[in-house]
């Protein structure tokens, strides 16, 4: 019961934030409560608005969609911090059926490992087996699992149907995916 009323005031306060800011309106530095507007090194740093622009667009988080941005080359991010490790690029989903009521989770091997290496998250995020991870909700929501990244540094938990994406009904149908997350 608390999970559910905790994800039920996420859900509240995400809306809430997402009606005040609106899309593709990003915060000049001297402006978002972060940087000190009197010191004169601001001047040297890259606008939010300059820098994100020329990005593809997005509706959520901040406003700039990652993954189409690196398949259409604008970015090339190294695959791990210290750039010793070459990308693999795996194209397999795992679907994820623990997640009643809402629709099945696909979790894209593919555009996870665009960015970054298989040791990101194996071993020490997720066990590489189906179903061998005790992932739930109220979990990701405290930033385990899913949420160590999304809500931190990729698109945010409000976009529910990027990552339930597929409606168990019309499964092995091509109608069955519906979230922009799978692919
Ligand atoms: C980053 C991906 C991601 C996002 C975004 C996401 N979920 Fe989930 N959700 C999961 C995963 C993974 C599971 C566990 C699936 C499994 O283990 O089979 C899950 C499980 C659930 C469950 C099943 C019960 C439980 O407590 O685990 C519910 C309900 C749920 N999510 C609701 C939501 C709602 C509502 C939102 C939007 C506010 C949301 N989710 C956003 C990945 C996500
Ligand atoms: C962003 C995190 C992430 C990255 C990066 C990642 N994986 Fe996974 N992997 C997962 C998750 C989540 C599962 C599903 C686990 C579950 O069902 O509990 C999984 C499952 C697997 C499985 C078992 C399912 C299957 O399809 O057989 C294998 C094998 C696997 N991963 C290999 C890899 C390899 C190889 C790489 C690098 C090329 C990689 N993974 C990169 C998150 C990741
Ligand atoms: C180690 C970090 C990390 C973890 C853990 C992680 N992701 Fe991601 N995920 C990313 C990044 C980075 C991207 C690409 C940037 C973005 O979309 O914000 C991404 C993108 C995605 C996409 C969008 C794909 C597209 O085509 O637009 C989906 C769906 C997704 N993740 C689901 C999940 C689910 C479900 C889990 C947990 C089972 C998970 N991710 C765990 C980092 C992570």
Known sequence: MRRIRAIILFIALSALGSAVVGAGNWKPLS????????????????????????????GAGNKVDWVRSLQQGLIAPRPSL???????ILDTNVLMKNTYPLFYVNFPHK????????EACHDRIFLPQVDANPINMGKILEGEYCGL?????????????????????????????VGEGAQ
């Open 82 to 88: 210290e750039g010793d490790r070459e990308p693999e």
């Open 31 to 58: 402006d978002d409560g972060l940087h000190d507007p009197e010191n004169p090194a601001i001047e040297v740093l890259q606008e939010p608005a300059e820098a994100l622009s020329v990005l593809v667009p997005d």
């Open 149 to 177: 990244c999304h809500g931190a540094v990729s698109f945010p938990l409000t976009e529910c149907n990027r990552c339930h994406s597929t409606n168990p009904a019309t499964l092995g149908r091509e109608s069955a995916v």
């Open 111 to 118: 555009p996870h490992t665009e960015w970054m290496s298989c």
